[in-house]
């Protein structure tokens, strides 16, 4: 929608996307006015499959859903997913007069488009219109993407963009909608198959956090306990140096009780009222980004990567095989179950975007290897489209609405990859073994016992590899026999299915 606060008598753009497999002949905004329906037509905006339409906020509250008319009949589309059927209006989208919520003391307003203020004291201050209404909306570009969960960060009250310095648990910000708008997003996100995971942080709270404060104002207070003061109240540890963060102590029974043990604790609330699916907690120690994140950057990047995580003396580049023994001795000290259910990510909120670092064509590269390794790949949200950062926070940059900006090439790369990866059970669960590591080529097996698939991936050119047995292309038409090399002239990223028993396609 074109205005998050429309007043009484404002206009209001509101914008679809349908899929060209639906076939629309024709896609209607049906709101409700007066409380009559009223239907408006939208108009398609060129070859692209957006459909919009105005309408005028009559009343207070108006609720609307998109009426699409196909070949096959009508379908609806509401707040809650596609329909084919009638349905009520008590899951319509809705739209409202009530005022956006006031900004508090520490924000600096920005509009969407804005530059992010990286490297500068602003750089956390900087707060845009987005809110989790937001990401509801567009539930099914994520579904058309192939996404199966969100990974939001965190939605607590706090005073920074990023909310790691939580002011309380008790409720979502309202500036992101509160506690009703990530029930709704939840809601709607089930309805399409998506799950949701929070984000918390266990290690420490902001300095204006409730049970700080509490702290701070009685040394005998419980919530005293609850952080590691050394000199009340002027010396207490911190995360990572930073006085806004105060560490939180576990030894501490109640604190264990309020945070994340038992039915009333922060964790099981919002699974259990919210709808959250899970909980990604955050200073859980590093341990994914050195068994994956880092040895990619460092084999891709041919350069020291280690600057970008705060270490004051860089390895030398990894080969491919360093990468490969790097990894394996990561994996080794860790049961298998937890290796595919850890996640795999090429970067994230904390780092650069890595085509900055390594550029587009050993991106797809990476991206490869993210989406058929062992593990569960998580997207930072942009990196489909090309969003480009220097640093962790030029990487937070809003995403980009307007499709004319997208790379759009790279985003059906993502997709490829995302539809490959769900479509063989091999690439999920199964096996792993390298076959190949040299300085600029690795390639290794994924196999289950109905499967056997091969990835070959290349920083750059190299001697030819030999296929040994027959394999089909995944990805194109390069389909091997026996005695086939692999692709070597350049970077990239293949994969092929093993033909088990033959040398020969067809034979």
Request: proline share 6%; glycine share 10%; aromatic share 8%.
């Amino acid at each position: 929608m074109s205005n998050l606060y429309p007043a009484l008598g404002d206009l209001v753009e509101l914008r679809v996307r349908v899929g060209s497999d639906l076939c629309a002949k024709a896609v209607y905004v049906r709101s409700t006015v007066d409380g009559a329906q009223r239907f408006t037509e939208c108009v398609q905006e060129g070859p692209s499959q957006w459909w919009a339409a105005t309408t005028r906020m009559v009343n207070a509250r108006m609720g609307y859903r998109f009426l699409i008319a196909t070949g096959a009949g009508a379908l609806t589309v509401n707040a809650a997913g596609l329909h084919e059927y009638e349905v009520t209006d008590a899951e319509d989208f809705r739209l409202s007069i009530d005022p956006a919520p006031a900004a508090p003391g520490w924000a600096v307003p920005a509009r969407w488009e804005d530059p992010v203020a990286h490297g500068t004291a602003q750089g956390v201050r900087h707060l845009c219109d987005g809110d989790l209404g937001g990401i509801r909306e567009h539930l099914d570009q994520l579904v058309d993407l192939g996404v199966t969960a969100i990974y939001l960060t965190p939605v607590f009250p706090a005073t920074s963009n990023h909310r790691y310095d939580a002011a309380t648990f008790e409720h979502v910000d309202p500036l992101l909608g509160g506690d009703r708008a990530l029930q709704q997003l939840t809601d709607a996100a089930h309805a399409r198959g998506l799950r949701i995971i929070g984000d918390l942080t266990l290690n420490h709270t902001g300095s204006t956090h409730e049970w700080f404060t509490a702290a701070m104002a009685d040394p005998q207070s419980v919530e005293a306990g609850f952080y590691l003061f050394s000199d009340h109240p002027h010396a207490y540890e911190t995360f990572a140096g930073v006085r806004t963060m105060p560490k939180l102590d576990h030894r501490e029974s109640q604190l264990r009780q309020r945070l994340f043990e038992g039915p009333g604790s922060v964790v099981h609330r919002y699974l259990a009222r919210a709808g959250l699916d899970g909980w990604r907690i955050d200073v859980a120690q590093s341990a994914g980004h050195a068994a994956f994140t880092r040895p990619v950057w460092s084999w891709l990047a041919e350069q020291d990567i280690d600057r970008y995580w705060g270490v004051p003396a860089g390895h030398a580049p990894y080969t491919g095989q360093t990468m490969a023994h790097v990894m394996d001795a990561w994996h080794a000290r860790i049961p298998w179950r937890s290796r595919v259910h850890s996640l795999n990510l090429l970067d994230s909120h904390d780092t650069p975007r890595l085509p900055g670092i390594v550029g587009r064509q050993r991106y797809i590269v990476a991206l490869g290897l993210m989406l058929t390794m062992p593990g569960v790949p998580m997207l930072f949200a942009g990196d489909e489209i090309g969003t480009e950062g220097v640093d962790p926070e030029d990487a937070r940059r809003p995403f980009r609405w307007n499709p004319a900006t997208w790379d759009q090439d790279l985003l059906t790369v993502h997709r490829r990859l995302i539809e490959l990866r769900r479509a063989h059970a091999a690439l999920v669960d199964g096996g792993f073994r390298w076959v190949h590591t040299d300085d600029d080529v690795v390639a290794f097996e994924r196999v289950t016992r109905e499967q056997t698939i091969l990835v070959h991936a290349a920083r750059g050119a190299h001697p030819p590899l030999v296929c040994a047995a027959a394999a089909v292309d995944l990805l194109g038409d390069h389909h091997l026999n026996a005695g086939d090399s692999f692709p070597h002239t350049g970077a990239g990223i293949g994969v092929w299915q093993l033909v088990t028993g033959s040398d020969r396609l067809g034979g």
